[in-house]
């Protein structure tokens, strides 16, 4: 696997100090706690507490940091689909589930139904860089699904048309413990899952400094088994952080130390990553900045405060403000995807987004897993060696010659360069002869392709009626015997 490191805006001491100012805005200031079960686990850990305030002393943030794990391994339900989270390696996990589509053939926006999941999961199954996958199960609305039951229907569209790792939702209790059920089926039991983690869920800390009820209720449930928790904070500079990017840091990591502290309380051990989502506001119009250059340099900073911390870190890349898939989502996506990587951010998030990440595109999705297969190559570097450096070949050529003819060439020409699949290279007028098609319009060829031919590996039949038993059961909790979906209409 790919491995960042290479950039960094942060000297050590630089870091250092950032860290200070977290634990000091943990012990002075504290954050707010609104789940009664939680605070007194925290009380008796040694916090004080003042109401739904918890100040949390240094030492208990220390203790979580060391009892979070440095590595740890995520699996998907295919035979040889795991991730290892450690160290600087790079992975990309794409957006699956917003609230809004562009549809590939009116060019317009819509809400997101559950046939439109299936196929964003399917095509991100279809692409080796994607390792990792968001899902419908995190969604708050699917449409045509009520809210009570989208995350059950989210998850199992999404396990059907991927074999990847597949994300839960942590909104509540109960729909936590749905989405671990689903997971205990597909991984054989309680023992396995606990061996080998098939879900992992995020953990939004609500900025500045509080931390929501039904979150704390997921989390709870998550720890319980020892699944991976994304403890992520998504300040937006001037608005609900600092409008300083020291400042913005810094509360930051105080929010993610506290839901890390959370986690560790309540079963120490449990993987967690060390999440930012940040990003400026725009002051002209009051809209999160995604695409901006301040949410890559959150992220390498924030990747180097995570690699002091030695836990995993999650950030975010490919985030653009555009609506369309214009020349600003380019730079936007290449920009805010390579800064990430390059400073070794181990999941980076948004593939597929554009609009603030409020929409999604399934050509976004085909466009931005080429920017990573071009920021993956990137990171691999230039190797400097014998055969590499080619003096011999050199020689051999000499003056006036040509290396086209050579084995060295045909050799070393797939590892040593990356040949796009959907940019275009070619000359003007072969490029007019096939049509004059721009990127958008090659993508969009490219996801019917994928939806057409593209077969993920199937579900086990046992395992399928297992989870639709485990949706009927939400349904009749929620519904009673009034109202439940038409199940077997749903699912292609």
């Keep these: 696997m790919i491995e960042g490191g290479q950039l960094k805006f942060l000297t050590k001491e630089q870091i250092y100090e950032i860290y200070l100012g977290a634990l000091d805005i943990l012990q002075n200031v504290g954050v707010r706690v609104r789940e009664s079960s939680v605070l007194k686990a925290l009380e008796e850990a040694g916090c004080l507490i003042n109401g739904e305030i918890v100040k949390m002393p240094t030492h208990l943030i220390e203790e ?37 589509i562009l549809d590939a053939k009116t060019g317009k926006k819509r809400r997101t139904n559950l046939q439109d999941v299936a ?8 692409l080796p860089n994607y390792h990792i996958l968001h899902s419908g199960a995190i969604m708050p609305h699917i449409e045509g699904i ?18 990847k790792i597949i994300k839960g939702t942590c909104r509540g209790r109960n729909k936590a413990i749905d989405c671990i059920k689903m997971a205990l089926v597909l991984a054989g039991g309680e023992k396995k899952l606990r061996e080998k983690p098939n879900i992992y869920t995020t953990y939004n800390v609500i900025s500045p400094l509080e931390h929501d009820r039904e979150m704390l209720e997921g989390l709870t449930e998550y720890v319980k088994y020892g699944l991976p928790v994304d403890v992520t904070s998504e300040p937006q500079m001037g608005a609900t952080s600092p409008v300083t990017l020291a400042g913005t840091l810094a509360q930051q990591t105080a929010e993610v130390l506290s839901g890390i502290a959370i986690a560790q309380v309540l079963r120490p051990g449990t993987p967690v990553f060390f999440g930012t989502c940040g990003a400026a506001m725009d002051m002209r119009y009051g809209t999160i900045a995604l695409g901006g250059v301040e949410a890559g340099l959150l992220n390498v900073a924030h990747a180097q405060i995570a690699q002091f911390c030695q836990i995993p870190s999650r950030g975010t890349g ?5 609506k369309v898939l214009d020349f600003q989502a380019g730079y936007e996506k290449a920009i805010t995807l390579m800064m990430p ?21 399934m050509e976004s999705l085909v466009i931005d897993h080429e920017i990573c297969s071009i920021v993956s190559r990137a990171l691999k570097g230039i190797k400097v060696n014998e055969n590499t450096l080619a003096l011999d070949l050199i020689d051999k050529v000499g003056q006036g010659g040509h290396f086209l003819k050579e084995h060295h060439t045909i050799d070393y020409l797939q590892a040593e360069h990356y040949t796009p699949k959907l940019a275009d290279r070619k000359r003007r007028e072969d490029w007019e002869a096939g049509g004059s098609k721009d990127l958008t319009n090659v993508a969009r060829e490219k996801v019917q392709q994928l939806l057409d031919e593209h077969k993920p590996l199937p579900l086990n039949k046992k395992n399928e009626e297992e989870l639709f038993q485990i949706i009927k059961e939400v349904e009749k909790r929620e519904f009673g015997n009034k109202g439940r979906v038409r199940t077997e209409n749903l699912f292609y």
């Design 146 to 163: 009520p809210d009570e039951v989208s995350h059950v229907y989210g998850y199992l569209a999404s396990v059907k048309s991927s074999s």
């Design 119 to 126: 196929n964003l999961v399917k095509i991100a199954d279809a």
């Design 318 to 322: 490919a985030n653009t403000n555009a």
């Design 341 to 361: 990587a390059m400073a070794g951010v181990n999941m980076i998030f948004y593939p597929g987004t554009i609009e603030h990440a409020e929409t999604i595109s």
């Design 64 to 100: 979580a940091v060391r009892k979070a794990p440095s590595r740890f391994t995520i699996y998907g339900r295919g035979p040889s689909t795991k991730v290892r989270m450690e160290d600087k390696k790079v992975y990309f996990q794409p957006m699956i589930g917003r609230l809004n």
